[in-house]
């Protein structure tokens, strides 16, 4: 074992300190994420990108920093950031999945008209996969798209379809081989919301707020050139994507920054005249999940190893997104339980505490432990693919 | 030996259940979450020509003269419907502590009033049970002063008892000079929880000062023991959707029902439910039979089922896939009722401490 990064990067720490020391009053308020950026955010992202503090290894032609790929160098601007609550910069389905997908399955020309815009804030992107017939099951969608004077003609529909309601572009999955292996007809195509025979229904999710969408589609027109990579491949495409949204959903330096938001609460907030962090109950509650957070981030610690070294472990990979998400639910769980009935007030009431986030991200937290794959689905994909273990049979088909 | 509804007990639930599927379905809770003040004239009048709303009023104050088992039937059928319907504070609290408190001419005076649903009453016993931001209310001379923090069906209440120190109860008009009534928004809309600040508000004492810990802690159990009957209800029917809608809904070329984890999601969550009935209907009991066990099996089912409830609220909403995060099904009103009636009287953590102070595990 050696926890050091060595002294290079312990340099390259001071230099990030400096920075954040010196700039970090411009960052826009890291909570504020899922709105379409602003003048502030891009501002923000841009000298970010200059200093190689986000986008750090996209080449520059594409936008990016153009660093050479260094993970303790990214590991330490997470870190430093965090820490600081300074904003890392845009996230958003275009950036966090689009991007890395263009960058290892796009053209050159594809990569130079999307990547830098959508780096910059300027073009907002939406992922267009899940339909009302084909969630869990992706790969049985419906959408359709033939091929017609030299361009893809969609018709179909997609839902739960993230911030589309004010997306600039979506990255969508169609069937275009209607007549091969379900996974094998699938095209993975970018398409201008503003497409005529386009309708967007927006869908109020259980905590009021209208986040997600039904998105139409009747005779939707695309360049056949904005396709990535070639007809049917849209389903290994979009894999490539997924891998980078499982990454994201569940990571441990969320988990420890709720828990530090608990802690904080746990001390300042009394009942009966008690403060909670007196309550050897709701204490050990705590120190549980204090306990859950810790081995999540070792865990993550060892991931890293792994990608340094260059070594493969699928297990520790595969348990992040189902175990993140429940404990982060778990987290904001305590937090309501502590607060009693304080922790149920809502809206705009009286007494709300942490402005109300508790009860907003405790279920924005199961709105998680569905989306991106279900617990269930994980849980397949834990023990056929981590353990081993066979698929559940096909139901037999009865005559 | 018979455990369970009697005959009578059994039609009571049959009626009770048809006329909440009929009078109060989803689209008339969309309706009324939006008003947010617990209550639905339609569905109040209605409980009341049913005759419930007496339920544990004794005949000669105009109530029904049933059990408090019939009170958890009652409550079970209104939280499988997440009725907006101030039952709870009005007829199951209010009578518990005027009953065991109030003098012959305050029964007169409240209970056949309250039986024929001409009156609605807020209950504030938080402090009793939790006492946050200093809140808490005085009485002296007459007059009451100080705060009551999450007074139950307090919005629509045309009165209010209010514990004042954990020994003295107290009645206050709603509307009386000095008192300032602001709506708490909470997660569930289908209840509408206050807060009342007195400023020398004139009130009036039921029973006698400092001599109704008895009474305040009946009250607190009954509470309770609804509650945890309401839970019944609204997981029970959250169980009962997840499961059709595993039937209906296909992926994969097959109904998810025939996955077996999704299987062993329902298998759980009905395995942890089913006793609960059975506990519900002991604690009711008893409210009324067994004093002895009364406070300790109150504790013990609100909190055992609201530990049960949160993971039914969940885990239903998770079988239902994207369909569960949305508003379109409504099950979140279930979900979120789950997450009131967790909290309210105490969340689980601090009522089983209550538990162990009383079997004298710890001392208080
Ligand atoms: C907050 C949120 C944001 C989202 N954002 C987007 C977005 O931007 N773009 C997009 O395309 N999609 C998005 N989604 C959709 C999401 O990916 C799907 O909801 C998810 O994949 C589940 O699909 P479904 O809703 O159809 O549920 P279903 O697949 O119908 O699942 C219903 C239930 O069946 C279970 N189940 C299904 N198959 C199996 C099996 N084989 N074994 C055991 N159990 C099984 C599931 O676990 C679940 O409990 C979002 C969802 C949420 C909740």
Redesign the pocket.
């Known amino acids: 074992m050696d926890l050091s990064y060595g002294k290079e990067y312990d340099e390259y720490r001071e230099e990030v300190r400096a920075f954040i020391k010196e700039h970090g009053h411009k960052s826009p308020d890291s909570s504020k994420q899922g709105n379409k950026p602003d003048a502030e955010d891009k501002a923000w992202q841009k000298l970010l990108i200059e200093r190689g503090y986000a986008a750090r290894i996209i080449p520059k032609e594409y936008g990016g920093y153009g660093g050479e790929a260094d993970l303790l160098k990214s590991v330490i601007i997470d870190e430093e950031f965090d820490e600081a609550g300074v904003s890392k910069g845009l996230g958003g389905?275009g950036i966090s999945m689009l991007v890395p997908t263009l960058l290892e399955l796009g053209t050159d020309e594809q990569k130079e008209k999307w990547i830098k815009p959508t780096l910059e804030g300027e073009i907002f992107w939406?992922?267009?996969?899940?339909e009302p017939g084909a969630?869990?099951?992706?790969a049985s969608l419906q959408t359709k798209a033939h091929v017609e004077d030299g361009k893809f003609v969609i018709n179909g529909q997609?839902i739960?379809?993230?911030s589309a309601h004010f997306a600039d572009m979506m990255f969508i999955l169609v069937r275009t081989e209607p007549d091969a292996p379900k996974h094998k007809g699938i095209s993975y195509l970018l398409l201008p919301m503003d497409t005529p025979g386009i309708e967007i229904r927006p869908l109020v999710?259980m905590t009021g707020e209208a986040t997600?969408n039904e998105v139409f589609f009747e005779d939707v027109k695309v360049p056949t050139d904005q396709i990535v990579a070639n007809r049917g491949e849209g389903w290994m495409v979009a894999n490539a994507t997924l891998k980078h949204e499982r990454g994201m959903l569940g990571d441990p330096r969320q988990s420890s920054s709720l828990l530090h938001q608990v802690v904080e609460l746990m001390k300042t907030e009394d009942v009966n005249g008690v403060k909670l962090m007196d309550s050897p109950i709701f204490r050990d509650r705590l120190l549980k999940l204090q306990g859950r957070v810790m081995a999540m981030q070792y865990n993550s610690m060892r991931l890293l190893s792994n990608d340094l070294s260059g070594n493969v472990e699928l297990m520790p990979i595969l348990v992040v997104k189902l175990i993140g998400t429940h404990l982060n639910q778990d987290i904001c769980g305590l937090a309501i339980d502590a607060l009693g009935e304080l922790g149920v007030l809502y809206d705009d009431s009286k007494y709300l505490r942490n402005s109300g986030m508790w009860q907003t991200r405790y279920m924005f937290m199961l709105?998680?432990i569905?989306?991106?794959?279900?617990?269930?689905?994980q849980k397949?994909i834990i023990s056929e693919h981590g353990l081993g273990m066979p698929r559940e049979p096909k139901p037999q088909k009865t005559a | 030996m018979e455990f369970g509804y009697s005959e009578e007990q059994k039609m009571l639930d049959e009626s009770i259940r048809r006329f909440v599927n009929s009078e109060v379905p989803l689209d008339r809770i969309r309706e009324l979450v939006l008003e947010g003040t617990g209550y639905d004239e339609k569905i109040w009048s209605g409980l009341a020509e049913l005759g419930v709303l007496g339920v544990l009023i004794p005949e000669e104050f105009g109530g029904a003269g049933m059990g408090f088992l019939d009170a958890t039937i009652i409550q079970e059928s209104l939280g499988y419907v997440v009725a907006p319907a101030p039952f709870l504070g009005t007829s199951i609290m209010a009578p518990t502590a005027i009953l065991a408190a109030g003098s012959d001419d305050q029964k007169n005076k409240w209970l056949p009033e309250i039986s024929s649903g001409n009156l609605k009453v807020g209950l504030g016993l938080t402090e009793v049970t939790g006492a946050r931001e200093n809140a808490g209310v005085s009485f002296s001379g007459g007059k009451a002063n100080g705060k009551a923090m999450f007074v139950i069906d307090g919005e629509c209440a045309d009165g209010y008892i209010l514990a004042a120190g954990k020994d003295t109860l107290v009645w206050v008009a709603a509307g009386a000079a000095g008192l300032t009534k602001t709506r708490l928004n909470t997660v569930d809309n289908t209840r509408g929880v206050v807060e009342l600040v007195l400023d020398g508000v004139e009130a009036e004492l039921i029973g006698t000062q400092g001599g109704e810990a008895a009474a305040v802690q009946k009250t607190v159990d009954a509470g309770r023991t609804a509650l945890a009957a309401d839970l019944l209800g609204t997981s029970q029917r959250m169980l009962e959707r997840a499961v059709e809608y595993a039937k209906e809904?296909k992926?994969?070329n097959r109904v998810?029902a025939s996955?077996q984890?999704?299987k062993h999601t329902c298998a759980d969550m009905a395995a942890n439910l089913e006793p609960c009935r059975a506990m519900v209907w002991y604690a009711a009991h008893c409210q009324q039979e067994i004093a002895d066990e009364a406070t300790l099996l109150a504790c013990q089912v609100k909190s055992h089922l609201s530990e049960v409830s949160t993971p039914i609220a969940n885990d239903t909403t998770?079988?239902?896939?994207?369909?569960g995060?949305t508003d379109l099904m409504g099950l979140h009103f279930w979900f979120k009722r789950i997450g009131l009636s967790r909290q309210l009287l105490g969340s689980p953590e601090a009522v089983r401490e209550e538990a162990a102070v009383l079997q004298g595990w710890v001392a208080a």
């Open positions: 389905q939406a992922q267009g996969y899940s969630g869990s099951d992706l997609k739960w379809t993230s999710t997600f709105g998680l569905i989306g991106g794959g279900t617990s269930h689905i397949n | 809904r992926q994969f998810i996955f984890g999704l998770l079988v239902h896939g994207g369909m995060f």
